[in-house]
């Protein structure tokens, strides 16, 4: 997968000798350039195994790695995922996805705040994929800097749960803006909280029009079965296009 | 504060445009930041003078252009300025912008020695 990667950059060659007078060159280089190319490398290499592609993104504490264990076992012999878990530092969240017996891998990134296409690109090395439906990419709980980095995903998720405010969308637009898909989560607590649901609605669409929300509770259970379709869609679709490639 | 990785990639990218060149030395790098690309100018600065040391940019100079956002309403197709994300249309206020600039992060240009 790494073909063109940092990993061993060919250095250039210089044998020749120039006077070197102070000068000026044009560079026009995206800062994400090189991010970029690696993130396309890796949706190719995802979209030739016809996998359906998510990147997680919420702050720390949202739910994500609760949402990601219940969906795992609710879907279990329906759908086939393989979890990839990014954070700075333990393998706490890969532990606790182990044991629903999906394949799981733990990124540590250390002091960097947020997952790149290089890391996911090794990431999902040695994992079957023509097996899997979906890969999860579950990011570093961060809603400001995993919003700058695409890894190939088809779409960022990005959850935000009910005890936070309401504003959260209003005050990382940037997240929000990137994200395809809102999970508001922990509604199971909207009783016990003075969060205004529809309000928060109005912020994430105010940042996004497109955005498409569902309300859930991995504790309760309530709203899952709304995920989950969206979640089989995004499987089946994909399964059409692998039909439509055989025929 | 991905600031600093990007500041990083700036650097990689500028060390080997400098060195296509055959230069020895970095001595100033020009870069566009837009209003709306999630990235603080001054974290860049700071980060900048740390990831330069032993590079061929170490005591360059970094100049920020920063870039104004522009939006097209998709409702009326106005096109207006816009500070943030949560800017809606400035003629008929609806949210559903394309933006159109500002979400620029390059390096632009270097002067090599």
Redesign the interface.
């Known amino acids: 997968m790494c073909t063109d990667c940092g990993c061993a950059p060919p250095q250039p060659e210089h044998d020749h000798k120039h006077d070197h007078a102070s000068r000026k060159i044009r560079v026009e280089e995206n800062l994400l350039a090189k991010n970029q190319r690696l993130a396309m490398g890796n949706r190719a290499s995802f979209a030739a195994h016809q996998l359906f592609v998510l990147n997680l993104v919420s702050s720390p504490g949202s739910g994500k790695t609760s949402i990601l264990e219940r969906t795992l076992t609710d879907l279990k012999g329906k759908i086939s995922f393989t979890v990839l878990e990014g954070d700075q530092q333990t393998d706490n969240d890969a532990e606790r996805i182990a044991a629903t017996g999906v394949p799981v891998k733990q990124v540590n990134t250390g002091a960097g705040c947020h997952l790149d296409a290089h890391m996911v690109g090794h990431g999902v090395e040695g994992f079957d994929l023509a097996a899997t439906d979906i890969l999860m990419i579950e990011n570093v709980g961060n809603l400001v800097c995993p919003a700058s980095f695409d890894l190939g995903e088809d779409h960022k998720v990005a959850v935000l749960s009910v005890t936070e405010g309401e504003d959260k969308p209003l005050k990382y637009p940037q997240m929000f803006q990137a994200a395809d898909l809102m999970l508001i989560n922990k509604i199971d607590l909207l009783p016990y909280l003075r969060f205004d649901i529809e309000q928060c609605k109005a912020f994430a669409r105010q940042v996004n029009p497109k955005i498409k929300i569902l309300e859930l509770s991995c504790h309760s259970g309530e709203g899952m079965s709304e995920w989950y379709d969206w979640l089989t869609q995004g499987v089946n679709q994909k399964r059409g296009s692998r039909n439509a490639e055989r025929e | 504060?991905?600031e600093l990785?990007?500041t990083q990639?700036?650097i990689?990218?500028?060390e080997?445009?400098?060195?296509?060149?055959?230069?020895?030395v970095i001595?100033s790098v020009t870069?566009e930041i837009g209003a709306?690309s999630?990235?603080m100018p001054e974290a860049v600065e700071f980060a900048f003078e740390a990831c330069t040391k032993d590079t061929l940019a170490e005591g360059a100079t970094l100049e920020i252009r920063h870039i104004p956002a522009l939006g097209r309403c998709?409702q009326c197709s106005q096109v207006c300025a816009m500070e943030?994300?949560?800017d809606?249309c400035s003629a008929c206020g609806s949210?559903?912008l394309d933006i159109l600039k500002g979400q620029?992060?390059?390096?632009?240009?270097?002067?090599?020695?």
């Open positions: 504060m991905h990785s990007l990639n700036l990689e990218i500028a080997e445009h400098a060195r296509r060149e055959n230069a020895t001595t870069i709306l999630g990235v998709q943030s994300l949560l809606g949210y559903a620029e992060m390059a390096l632009i240009e270097l002067e090599i020695d």
